[in-house]
């Protein structure tokens, strides 16, 4: 069966400094890869997503980057961190063949910016 | 892009009772609309999804009722249980079909 890891699970960070959170997917391959952040108490935003290694499409602007290194791979950067950064960032995974399909979510990293 | 409205973003019933939350899309080309529950502090899990080519879809307890013409879908509860409390959260695909883009959560309390 098909999983999803997402590490690290909360991470306490001071503005400017940088980040990388990572998450990967087993059980599957080509799997469709999003990045998506929560803030407290709302709804989720949709901030990347991969349809295949290299393949970054953007949802919105900001200081955040994302990679996809390898098929099963999804990483999500920043070179300096913001105090509006804070939040419950969520990897999600679909198949290849993508519409009509359920996302499934990982467990999240809570990320507070201090 | 699409844009995937709900209400309420707060319900409140007594246990047993129904409840009931509403989403709008306005992307006319989707046709996949999936409900997730999220508790707190944990990530959304998948409850129950419907496609256009129905229009609605019963899971135990939990419906879905899907209205294309109008753009709008709901999900029913019925026989609310405390443990039903949690922010559910509707969705539409984008566009392109490659994301799906949820509505900002309903937070459902069911007290006893």
């Known amino acids: 069966s098909q999983t999803i890891h997402q590490w690290p699970a909360t991470l306490v960070q001071p503005v400017g400094s940088p980040l990388s959170l990572e998450c990967t997917v087993e059980?599957?391959?080509?799997?469709?890869l999003y990045w998506y952040r929560q803030a407290a108490g709302r709804g989720l935003q949709l901030l990347f997503y991969s349809v295949g290694i290299g393949q970054i499409s953007s949802e919105v602007p900001q200081n955040l980057s994302a990679s996809r290194p390898q098929d099963r791979q999804f990483i999500l950067s920043s070179k300096k961190l913001l105090l509006s950064d804070s939040g419950f960032y969520l990897c999600?995974?679909?198949?290849?063949?993508?519409?009509?399909?359920?996302?499934?979510f990982g467990d999240g990293t809570r990320l507070s910016i201090l | 892009g699409e844009n995937v409205e709900q209400h309420p973003s707060t319900l409140s019933v007594q246990e047993g009772d129904s409840a009931v939350i509403k989403c709008t899309y306005s992307d006319s080309a989707s046709n996949y609309f999936p409900w997730y529950k999220q508790e707190l502090g944990k990530r959304p899990q998948l409850i129950i999804d419907?496609?256009?080519?129905?229009g609605e879809k019963k899971d135990q307890r939990i419906a879905v009722t899907l209205n294309k013409t109008a753009k709008h879908f709901s999900l029913h509860i019925t026989e609310t249980q405390p443990e039903d409390s949690a922010v559910y959260f509707c969705a539409a695909h984008n566009q392109a079909g490659t994301a799906l883009i949820f509505g900002k959560g309903t937070t459902l309390s069911v007290s006893s």
């Open positions: 059980g599957t391959s080509n799997p469709n």
């Open positions: 419907i496609r256009s080519n129905v």
């Open positions: 999600a995974w679909t198949p290849l063949t993508g519409g009509n399909q359920p996302q499934h």
